[in-house]
C-alpha cells in the first residue's frame, strides 16, 4: 500500500517526508493518480506517464479492437459506470495537492491520449500545478532515444524543482 510505503520510508529514514514523489507509468500512471487523489497530503510531487483517469472515457476512447476486454478487466461502462466513475482519480482532482507532470505519446493505442488531455485541462481549471510533455510520435511509453532523453530529463528537472 503506498500510504505505508511512504510512511516506512519516512520512519526508516530513507527519505524525507517533504521530498517524496510518487511515479509511475500505464496501470502505475492510474496508480500515481489514485495515490495524488486519495492521499493528498502524503506527496510532495508527482510523474504520471500514460496513465488512465477516467475509466468511463477511458473504455469509450479504447479502440474497438481492444474494447471488450477492457470491458472484462475493468467492467463494462454501462452496467459499472457507477464503479468506474468511483474509482477514477479525475473525479478527486479537486484533492491534488502537490504539483503533477503528465507525459503522453499522441499513437497510444492502448491508452488514449484523451485521458492524458482532460486531466491536464481538469487540472488547469482547477488551478493546480500541471506540466505537460506531448510526443507526437510515441505511443504507450517512449522508445525513441531522443523522446526518452527529453522526457527522463523533463522528469529530473521538475523533480528537482518540486522536491
Known sequence: DLEYAQKWLVSSGWAAEDRIAVMGGSYGGFMTLSAITTYPDLWKAAVELFGIGDFLTFLENTGSYRRRQRSFEYGDPVEDAEFLREISPIHRADAIKC?????????????????????????????????????????????????????????????????
Do not use: C, W
Open 99 to 163: 504539483p503533477l507532470m503528465a507525459l503522453h505519446g499522441a499513437r497510444d493505442p492502448r491508452v488514449p491520449i484523451s485521458e492524458t488531455e482532460k486531466l491536464v485541462a481538469t487540472l488547469s481549471e482547477l488551478g493546480q500545478t500541471v506540466e505537460y510533455v506531448r510526443f507526437e510520435d510515441e505511443g504507450h511509453g517512449f522508445v525513441k532515444r531522443p523522446n526518452r532523453i527529453t522526457a527522463y530529463t523533463a522528469i529530473a528537472d521538475f523533480l528537482d524543482a518540486n522536491l
